[in-house]
């Protein structure tokens, strides 16, 4: 009844995360040992030893009752078309688990607010595990130069063309950039938010965010009627940092907060990179600042430079066995018609394919990519060729 | 009468150079292992086991003599104020000797043309060693951008600043706006030709050529009277790389002139930085491009971090020992007027120091640096102390 995916795991999940922020390292690790239900009677029966956690639970408990606050947002989302995922639906991102790795740095600091996420609220039709597993976030200034977006737009569109998930904050300036690039190449978008789903952040951004839930992803560890307070943002850009096969960075000033997600991305030892620019912009002191500091990070000039770093870390190698099931199982009708386009000798262009599948030659592309990726597909110097697997 | 820095050697090295293009394997192994006047005698009297060197020589001495070419050479030098720099003077740059130093690569090319210079004509009064001591290559794309050009400018006039000679290829663009930068802030700049130091090439550089030979040097490895050829370029480049303490590229095409130098900067294990710039600028294509796939490029974009990685590498350990014996036996009188500008207590700050010894600030901050060079003085967090040496 209380097992993991049951109903009371979720109302103690969506609670716990009301109760105290997410990412706490030990709510979290609690959570690992007792199970969410379990550890949630416990913390509000005031039963823990942490004494800045009790009395932070003890305050918010002041304002209402847990329990209650999960039930009446989880109907709440179903009434709005949010779903909340937690680990046991097979849906649940499993790359965002790598957090539990985070070491702690000399301070002791990096994996304070750095646990694995206990679940999270989601608006979008597409599967969350699964638009994750091929990601790339793109990330950077609010206050974007020109430059910065121009470079933003086209890396996401190209991002999306090639079958990615472009995958960001849904900030003015660059975010918004990555994500309108990606929509702009009929792909998909996901916006990682600090903030409930049924609001999000910031305003000026509502028309996006709506072409968002229509074609991709709008995601949120926090519950419904959640402020975007301005700390969740560092521990959201966690989840970018670690949902993703890697992270662009495009523009930074010194101190910022894509820097800070950074950080996070070189923690995780994924593909951290970053796009130069003028020196005498404002807006890349922070791109350059990283390069030359952290040795790991690497200079991107274009979407084939992103491909190359993400590719290379065995982006194919880890996610596949479980995204290989899944393509094949529900294999969508564009697919199959790519796949029945082929000759009888097993290859073909891409342009080919388009032409005799009826279809546009990016949607064609975005297939290939997920056939690819699924092993049914590769791409050779003469074009693309069938993987038979009848043989 | 024909050891090292006599007139017969003199002779040889001029001859030598004429005869066979600078830095070529055999030549220099030979003259190191025989000196350069029987080397030559050897060249002439076709005494020489390789056959491309043979007949090179042969197609070099029809068209006249080489020790009588060298002899006018060196009368020709003298009345033009220009001089011939060789291995035993005192003025040699010993820094470039390090060329020899430069493996193999797999195709066994990299030393073919790369064995150290025979000798330098050199125009200017400075001396040639002292000036390269504490020096950075700048250099780059000929067809530069208003961009390039700029941060160029930049990074020439704060070296000049602090001291440091700024050298380049006297070539339009880039190399131009390096020499021009050090100009502007009355610092001192050498540029490293690659034909006779008669007639600077480009031509439409002359008016810079002539303010250089004022304020700082023209130096070459050929003869008066040769032609800038295409491939002198190439080798001339191995010195701008061996010369200086570190080498800044700001911008560069795809495959340029420039990279080919930072190859050698590589190969030299001397600090090879690269200015990055808008990926959407085809002048920052060749930039971008080393730093992503040469790890020990470091990315600079600033005077400040070119000098962390000038100072990083103990370009003060290395030249130090004869340049603190050369800079206080000739303390000129401005030094002199520095040090004595410093109060019982042996600290001031720059500003101080140039009014008490009425001097500007920017001649005292150039001063400074060589002082300091020199162990006379140090910089502390609260201005600069004077080293006592009576003590």
Same mark, same amino acid.
């Given at each position: 009844m209380s097992g993991p995916g049951s109903h009371a795991d979720r109302v103690a999940r969506a609670a716990l995360t009301w109760l105290v922020e997410p990412g706490h390292r030990v709510v979290w690790t609690l959570v690992q040992r007792a199970g969410a239900p379990a550890v949630l009677d416990r913390l509000l029966a005031g039963d823990i030893p942490d004494r800045s956690l009790r009395s932070a639970v003890a305050a918010r408990s002041a304002a209402g009752d847990a329990r209650r606050v999960a039930e009446l947002g989880l109907r709440q989302a179903a009434r709005i078309g949010a779903r909340l995922v937690v680990? @046991?639906?097979?849906?649940?991102?499993?790359?965002?688990?790598?957090? @539990?790795r985070l070491e702690l740095d000399t301070a002791g600091r990096i994996n304070q607010d750095t646990r694995p996420p206990l679940c999270f609220w989601v608006r979008g039709d597409l599967p969350l595990g699964e638009t994750l597993d091929r990601s790339v976030a793109v990330v950077g200034a609010r206050a974007a130069t020109e430059y910065g977006e121009h470079v933003t737009l086209g890396i996401a569109a190209g991002l999306a063309e090639r079958g990615w998930t472009v995958v960001s904050g849904g900030a003015f300036g660059i975010d918004a950039a990555a994500h309108r690039g990606a929509l702009t190449a009929n792909g998909v978008t996901v916006a990682v938010l600090a903030?409930?789903?049924?609001r999000p952040y910031p305003m000026g951004n509502a028309a996006m965010f709506d072409r968002i839930v229509e074609r991709g992803l709008l995601i949120s560890?926090?519950?419904?009627?959640s402020e975007p307070l301005r700390h969740r943002f560092l521990i959201r850009n966690r989840v970018i940092a670690a949902a993703t096969a890697g992270t662009v960075m495009v523009e930074a000033a010194a101190r910022s907060g894509a820097t800070q997600t950074m950080s996070r991305v070189l923690a995780l030892d994924r593909p951290a990179m970053v796009v130069p620019g003028p020196v005498t912009s404002a807006m890349s002191v922070g791109c350059h600042g990283l390069l030359r500091s952290h040795p790991a990070t690497r200079l991107v000039t274009s979407v084939s430079d992103v491909l190359e770093e993400v590719g290379r870390i065995g982006e194919y190698l880890e996610p596949l066995p479980r995204g290989r099931e899944r393509v094949r199982d529900r294999l969508d009708e564009e697919s199959a018609l790519i796949l029945e386009a082929f000759p009888g000798h097993g290859r073909a262009t891409p342009e080919e394919l388009a032409a005799e599948a009826r279809l546009d030659l990016r949607t064609v592309l975005r297939r290939l990519s997920l056939l690819e990726a699924a092993g049914l597909v590769a791409r050779t110097e003469s074009g693309i060729r069938l993987v038979r697997r009848d043989g």
């Amino acid at each position: 009844m209380s097992g993991p995916g049951s109903h009371a795991d979720r109302v103690a999940r969506a609670a716990l995360t009301w109760l105290v922020e997410p990412g706490h390292r030990v709510v979290w690790t609690l959570v690992q040992r007792a199970g969410a239900p379990a550890v949630l009677d416990r913390l509000l029966a005031g039963d823990i030893p942490d004494r800045s956690l009790r009395s932070a639970v003890a305050a918010r408990s002041a304002a209402g009752d847990a329990r209650r606050v999960a039930e009446l947002g989880l109907r709440q989302a179903a009434r709005i078309g949010a779903r909340l995922v937690v680990p @046991a639906d097979p849906e649940w991102p499993a790359r965002v688990d790598t957090l @539990a790795r985070l070491e702690l740095d000399t301070a002791g600091r990096i994996n304070q607010d750095t646990r694995p996420p206990l679940c999270f609220w989601v608006r979008g039709d597409l599967p969350l595990g699964e638009t994750l597993d091929r990601s790339v976030a793109v990330v950077g200034a609010r206050a974007a130069t020109e430059y910065g977006e121009h470079v933003t737009l086209g890396i996401a569109a190209g991002l999306a063309e090639r079958g990615w998930t472009v995958v960001s904050g849904g900030a003015f300036g660059i975010d918004a950039a990555a994500h309108r690039g990606a929509l702009t190449a009929n792909g998909v978008t996901v916006a990682v938010l600090a903030c409930g789903v049924e609001r999000p952040y910031p305003m000026g951004n509502a028309a996006m965010f709506d072409r968002i839930v229509e074609r991709g992803l709008l995601i949120s560890e926090w519950p419904l009627g959640s402020e975007p307070l301005r700390h969740r943002f560092l521990i959201r850009n966690r989840v970018i940092a670690a949902a993703t096969a890697g992270t662009v960075m495009v523009e930074a000033a010194a101190r910022s907060g894509a820097t800070q997600t950074m950080s996070r991305v070189l923690a995780l030892d994924r593909p951290a990179m970053v796009v130069p620019g003028p020196v005498t912009s404002a807006m890349s002191v922070g791109c350059h600042g990283l390069l030359r500091s952290h040795p790991a990070t690497r200079l991107v000039t274009s979407v084939s430079d992103v491909l190359e770093e993400v590719g290379r870390i065995g982006e194919y190698l880890e996610p596949l066995p479980r995204g290989r099931e899944r393509v094949r199982d529900r294999l969508d009708e564009e697919s199959a018609l790519i796949l029945e386009a082929f000759p009888g000798h097993g290859r073909a262009t891409p342009e080919e394919l388009a032409a005799e599948a009826r279809l546009d030659l990016r949607t064609v592309l975005r297939r290939l990519s997920l056939l690819e990726a699924a092993g049914l597909v590769a791409r050779t110097e003469s074009g693309i060729r069938l993987v038979r697997r009848d043989g």
